[in-house]
């Protein structure tokens, strides 16, 4: 069974940089998949920030492209989020999660993202 | 403002059934990119209901379909339950923004 766990701090000052980590069990990170973080602000919609594979590549939504960065650690099985300069409207819940492909010979299938962690409230606050 | 559009809220009363739109573009669904669909119950993490516009994960009901024309999608709940209050929201790609989207959630209330 795979399961994804949110980890860093629940509270970050205004101009500083929110740190999450995604650790991933039951499955390999080295595996065809995207792995994902998405964000949910108090009592509103679900925001795509980015994704990234094993290989590193990553993508990024163009809004907060210049101040994301997503890694990965292949020894440990986890991928990170950063975001810099956050402001009140980067409090959040962050979920990661695990965009599934498969590949089969010729043909490749899209699942969406089928796990996700359970979430981690970030509050961005002095 | 989200790309892909879908309506605040439906309602309906136990049985009977419900749809949800999600409206796009020529950029995103129109551009034959897949449409997932995601549940989000009260104070969850979301879960995937459909994917690839009409495939169901095992584990889901057949009480829930997909469909999409156009650059639009749409999500059908019949026989409805208590359970199915929730949070809904579509998600495909935009190559104009070169960004997943997701639609702007629709909340489902069984009357």
């Known amino acids: 069974q795979v399961q994804l766990q949110e980890s860093g701090p629940g509270l970050v000052k205004p101009s500083g940089t929110l740190s999450l980590t995604c650790a991933v069990s039951g499955a390999s990170i080295t595996s065809t998949n995207w792995w994902s973080w998405v964000r949910q602000p108090p009592g509103k919609g679900l925001e795509w920030i980015g994704e990234i594979y094993h290989s590193g590549s990553t993508n990024y939504n163009p809004s907060l492209k210049s101040r994301v960065a997503i890694s990965v650690d292949k020894s440990k099985n986890q991928f990170s989020l950063k975001l810099t300069s956050v402001t009140a409207a980067d409090t959040a819940i962050y979920y990661c999660a695990r965009y599934r492909v498969v590949v089969d010979a010729a043909r490749v299938d899209y699942y969406g993202l089928d796990v996700?962690?359970?979430?981690?409230?970030v509050t961005v606050s002095s | 403002q989200s790309v892909l559009t879908q309506p605040p809220s439906v309602s309906g009363a136990p049985g009977q059934r419900v749809t949800i739109s999600c409206t796009g573009s020529r950029s995103n669904i129109g551009s034959d990119y897949d449409v997932h669909w995601y549940q989000q119950l009260p104070g969850t993490a979301p879960t995937v209901l459909i994917y690839g516009n009409n495939?169901?994960?095992?584990?889901?009901?057949?009480?829930?379909?997909g469909s999409k024309s156009g650059a639009s999608a749409s999500l059908a709940i019949t026989g409805l339950q208590a359970e199915d209050e929730a949070e809904y929201y579509c998600q495909s790609y935009d190559s104009s923004l070169r960004s997943y989207v997701f639609g702007?959630?629709?909340?489902?209330?069984?009357?």
Do not use: M
């Open chain 1, 116 to 121: 996700w962690g359970q979430g981690t409230t």
């Open chain 2, 55 to 65: 495939n169901r994960p095992s584990g889901v009901p057949d009480r829930f379909s």
């Open chain 2, 104 to 111: 702007s959630g629709t909340q489902v209330t069984v009357l």
